[in-house]
T-cell receptor
Framework: RKEVEQDPGPFNVPEGATVAFNCTYSNSASQSFFWYRQDCRKEPKLLMSVYSSGNEDGRFTAQLNRASQYISLLIRDSKLSDSATYLCVVNKRSNYQLIWGAGTKLIIKP | NAGVTQTPKFRILKIGQSMTLQCAQDMNHNYMYWYRQDPGMGLKLIYYSVGAGITDKGEVPNGYNVSRSTTEDFPLRLELAAPSQTSVYFC???????????FGPGTRLTVT
């Protein structure tokens, strides 16, 4: 089993729709969770950290489910500019390394 | 602020050649990282550093070497390039291992 698993997609979603995707992780001792966004042929950039209580930033909501070991990202009222690959990142508690998922590709269609 | 800078942006190497990928940050971050990203794959950690003079191996260190003589610079050395090292290389830095990592624009390397 991979340490961090994501559905590669692509998710093809009409503009204005709501889309959600999950990421599962294998290390129950992980403490830090992030969603990064990566545009085509660009570097990853932090979208949001994921806290135990969940957090919201505008149209984006992230949730953590420790019991089932997954994190989720919800995007409401999707925009064309949301088209990107979304990377799930989890820390490796033992040595602080971050483990990166392969990403979920999102395509927003007009 | 320049943030994290990387040079070169693109490079083609012949099998067996060597090169150094440069990385510099101006945010006074102690933690720096080198990743490689193959098509359709997640980032794989090659080496990381927790401060000047201190480096450690990541998940895929074979074929690479690093040094960290200053807080700002963290070069990655490829010795005896192989086609398997064809990839996009990203350098990143952070103020803490569990906080946001800031990335450079990447170096696209092809070994033929």
């Amino acid at each position: 089993r991979k340490e961090v698993e994501q559905d590669p997609g692509p998710f093809n979603v009409p503009e204005g729709a709501t889309v959600a995707f999950n990421c599962t992780y294998s290390n129950s001792a992980s403490q830090s969770f992030f969603w990064y966004r990566q545009d085509c042929r660009k570097e990853p950039k932090l979208l949001m950290s994921v806290y135990s209580s969940g957090n919201e930033d505008g149209r984006f909501t992230a949730q953590l489910n420790r019991a089932s070991q997954y994190i989720s990202l919800l995007i409401r009222d999707s925009k064309l500019s949301d088209s990107a690959t979304y990377l799930c990142v989890v820390n490796k508690r033992s040595n602080y390394q971050l483990i990166w998922g392969a990403g979920t590709k999102l395509i927003i269609k007009p | 602020n320049a943030g994290v800078t990387q040079t070169p942006k693109f490079r083609i190497l012949k099998i067996g050649q060597s090169m150094t990928l440069q990385c510099a940050q101006d945010m006074n971050h102690n933690y720096m990282y080198w990743y490689r990203q193959d098509p359709g794959m997640g980032l794989k950690l090659i080496y990381y550093s927790v401060g000047a003079g201190i480096t450690d191996k990541g998940e895929v260190p074979n074929g690479y070497n690093v040094s960290r003589s200053t807080t700002e610079d963290f070069p990655l050395r490829l010795e005896l390039a192989a086609p398997s090292q064809t990839s996009v290389y990203f350098c990143a830095s952070s103020s803490s291992p569990s906080w946001e990592q800031y990335f450079g624009p990447g170096t696209r390397l092809t070994v033929t």
